[in-house]
């Protein structure tokens, strides 16, 4: 991904399609920068926010995964800032992983549904070993199951930081709406009509 030096105010820089961000690190003096947007965007769906990318400012290519991204909070996909934080090799990095869930449809039913506690989960790697998202199949899973993080399968490479205990999902059944009985004016619900038509007759008069 190619990014610039920013120089110019931040709404100019947003008006011209590009997102305002900075490049930080440890014994790097951080630089204000612009990235155009589609770039921006094709980079954060291939890479999220835990698997490193180059970037090249100017004539310098440097290694960098992003620490930190600011969206419109009306229009999502829409970046208003961004941080990349530059590593090297031997670095560590923490993130919070999402997580895949698959077989979703094969749980939920009539009467049975995900309840999803976390979506993400904290762990530690090495730079290089970053994942974008860790799967996690629910499809055998039926209505009292849960999942926790101590099972999960976390993918070579990943040190979890993240309490073993820390609850994932449940699979809940949920009960059925009640139809609530309904009087109108005395009259029980499930009433002969006519005798209804009558009471309410009367009762006008």
């Not at 305002?20 to 769906?45: M, R």
């Not at 290089?128 to 976390?154: F, M, N, P, Q, Y």
């Amino acid at each position: 991904m190619k990014v610039e030096l920013r120089v110019e105010p931040l709404r100019v820089v947003r008006s011209d399609g590009k997102v305002p961000g900075v490049i930080f690190g440890k014994n790097f003096v951080p630089v204000s920068v612009q990235v155009e947007e589609k770039d921006l965007n094709a980079t954060v769906h291939q890479y999220g926010h835990s698997q490193t990318f180059n970037i090249k400012l100017g004539k310098t290519t440097h290694t960098v995964y992003i620490k930190e991204i600011q969206r419109d909070i009306i229009n999502p996909h829409h970046y208003l800032n961004v941080k990349l934080q530059k590593v090297g090799k031997g670095d560590t990095i923490t993130s919070n992983i999402p997580l895949n869930i698959i077989g979703k449809e094969f749980v939920e039913k009539a009467n049975v549904s995900v309840q999803l506690v976390s979506d993400s989960v904290e762990v530690e790697f090495e730079v290089g070993k970053g994942v974008s998202s860790i799967d996690l199949d629910i499809s055998k899973l039926v209505a009292g199951d849960s999942i926790r993080v101590k099972e999960l399968t976390i993918p070579k490479g990943l040190k979890v930081l993240a309490n073993p205990e820390e609850l994932i999902l449940n699979i809940i059944e949920t009960k059925p709406e009640e139809v609530e009985e309904t009087e109108e004016a005395g009259i029980e619900f499930g009433a002969d009509p006519t005798k209804v038509e009558a009471i309410k007759q009367k009762g006008d008069q």
